[in-house]
């Protein structure tokens, strides 16, 4: 119930509201007091419903400014509507980010979207920015099935780490080259650009970032073209196949490429100069890996490319569609007389997740397990089939350690938004499952 606040009730009126609302809710309190986390997880209560399919988006980002954390970008983002009479379309959008125009990006002709003229001036679309929310007001409402273009203009000052990560470079300290690199995860990237944030609806997506020169760039995708120019390059990655928006990725930073190889699948390995001797050692172990994970699922890899870039401080691996950002820890010769950490796990682990998280995707938040859980456990199986039975069973008591450390410290379902085991115990009931079923029905049904 909803009233104007300038006539408020009189006293009476909320005994009666207060009664009304006891009588209203009185059977349906026991009911969510007996509902269990498995029957919350499959009511579908944490899948956001939205009105439209969002096809497309073209990013542009420049004017970087590592001094101010800020930079400018342009986003077009083409949409279908999913209900008749859609008036205005709804975007995840940090309230950091300020909107300078919004406008229609082409002409509604029925239910297609036809090209403005390039010396037409394109219209101007009303918009509000409620919260982390963009709503824009569309000039005509849609019917269900129409194609929706429009284009974001915005500036964007940026809290490090929320979003994008700006580091300067810092004088007399080594190993940390001035960079800027993208955080997505379950709410990153709409704090840099305008978006769809939910994991369930996947779209198509070019990214054009204006870098100063000496800089590499680094997205999903295929490089269209790299352009120097004066003192700065424009790079056009393209994402051609759709995935998840809080796979989008964006690295910044003077690198170095070393190139590899899987079948027909090129690989790229993106380091800083002086880490460029570690490089091939430490990744030369991704086509082996994508060959068992291939075997293992009986899906070939399923993007165009893959890439691994280094940066600093991150908190370990996020597996961008076809881009992976690592830490920028490799290890040296030293480390290899033990099982480094960085490939024991790390990359098995990111690798994975091209096919179990960006190819088959959870669909909300809640259930993020089936995506850490099956890379976690995808990792436990490719050292099974290069080292045998001690070496799975060693890799799973690890991980059962690491559950039961985190067990004790905070309970937590497997499937809900704050799970602290999505890794540890999502691996482990996937192991579980597999022995249960045995790997010929477990392998066929994956």
């Not at 280094?310 to 030293?334: S, Y």
């Not at 850490?372 to 080292?387: I, T, V």
Request: charged share 20%.
């Amino acid at each position: 119930m909803i009233w104007n606040r300038s006539t408020t009730p009189r006293s009476g009126s909320f005994a009666v509201l207060r009664t009304t609302a006891l009588l209203l809710l009185s059977p349906i309190v026991p009911l969510l007091a007996q509902q269990t986390n498995a029957e919350r997880i499959l009511s579908g209560r944490d899948t956001p419903s939205h009105d439209y399919d969002l096809i497309h988006q073209r990013i542009e980002v420049g004017n970087f400014d590592w001094g101010k954390t800020a930079f400018d970008g342009k986003v077009a983002i083409t949409v279908v509507s999913l209900r008749p009479r859609l008036d205005s379309v709804v975007l995840d959008m940090g309230r950091q980010l300020v909107v300078r125009r919004v406008t229609m990006g082409c002409q509604q002709q029925g239910r297609r979207c036809m090209p403005i003229r390039p010396s037409a001036r394109p219209p101007a679309l009303r918009y509000r920015r409620p919260g982390d929310t963009l709503v824009v007001r569309l000039p005509r409402m849609a019917a269900f099935r129409d194609t929706i273009r429009f284009t974001v203009e915005y500036h964007g000052k940026i809290t490090h780490g929320r979003g994008l990560y700006f580091f300067k470079a810092e004088p007399g300290r080594a190993h940390r080259p001035q960079q800027i690199y993208s955080g997505g995860g379950t709410d990153g990237n709409p704090r840099w650009i305008p978006t769809y944030a939910a994991p369930h609806d996947k779209t198509t997506w070019e990214m054009i970032a204006t870098v100063p020169a000496g800089y590499t760039v680094v997205s999903n995708g295929r490089l269209v073209r790299d352009l120097a120019r004066g003192r700065t390059r424009t790079a056009h990655w393209r994402q051609e196949r759709p995935a998840s928006t809080y796979l989008i990725s964006l690295v910044i930073a003077p690198l170095v490429k070393i190139t590899d190889r899987w079948r027909d699948i090129p690989l790229a390995y993106y380091v800083y100069q002086e880490d460029a001797p570690l490089a091939r050692r430490l990744f030369g172990i991704t086509p082996d890996l994508m060959e068992t994970y291939t075997r293992l699922t009986g899906v070939k890899y399923p993007w165009p490319q893959y890439s691994q870039t280094t940066v600093a401080d991150h908190f370990g691996g996020m597996e961008n569609v076809g881009a992976t950002t690592l830490v920028d820890w490799l290890p040296d010769a030293r480390a290899y007389q033990d099982r480094p950490w960085y490939s024991q796990s790390l990359i098995p682990h990111e690798l994975a997740h091209q096919w179990f998280g960006n190819l088959v995707t959870t669909q909300n938040w809640v259930n993020y397990w089936l995506n850490e859980g099956m890379a976690e456990f995808m990792a436990g199986q490719y050292w099974a089939s290069k080292l045998g039975r001690h070496a799975e069973d060693d890799y799973y008591l690890d991980e059962y350690h690491a559950f039961l450390s985190l067990d004790a410290r905070r309970r937590v379902p497997l499937a809900s938004y704050s799970s602290n085991n999505v890794y540890s115990k999502g691996a482990l009931v996937l192991q579980m499952l597999k022995k249960q079923l045995g790997a010929e029905p477990f392998w066929a049904a994956i």
